[in-house]
Nanobody, 122 residues
Framework: QVQLVESGGGLVQAGGSLRLSCAAS????????MGWFRQAPGKEREFVAA????????YVADSVKGRFTISRDNAKNTVYLQMNGLKPEDTAVYYCAADNTKAVVSTTPYYWGQGTQVTVSS
């Protein structure tokens, strides 16, 4: 079992930066694959970024490649999403997610956080 709590969302101007954090409970965080997803109003939830249990491999969606970076600190049970060069189309609720797997987080992860709002003004 793992519980996920996101933080770091907010309102930012286009071109600005935010860093989202996701704090996980449980002693086995390091064995979980982690990911970030987002859902904009009126749209389906979409994949943003993923990181394997060791942090050795990361993946990002084409729409954020070169702007967003995912990382994790297993000693702190936390995964991060550094977002630079934000655009109005990045406005969404961002969710942290986890799967108990050595592979990449699935498209429908088992564990979800409650989400944090990111709003980018033009």
């Amino acid at each position: 079992q793992v519980q996920l709590v996101e933080s770091g969302g907010g309102l930012v101007q286009a071109g600005g930066s935010l860093r989202l954090s996701c704090a996980a409970s449980g002693r086995t965080f390091s064995s979980y694959a982690m990911g970030w997803f987002r859902q904009a109003p009126g749209k389906e939830r979409e994949f943003v970024a993923a990181i394997v249990w060791s942090g050795g491999s990361t993946y990002v969606a084409d729409s954020v490649k070169g702007r967003f970076t995912i990382s994790r600190d297993n000693a702190k049970n936390t995964v991060y999403l550094q977002m630079n060069g934000l655009k109005p189309e990045d406005t969404a609720v961002y969710y942290c997610a986890a799967d108990n797997t050595k592979a990449v987080v699935s498209t429908t992860p088992y564990y979800w956080g409650q989400g944090t709002q990111v709003t980018v003004s033009s």
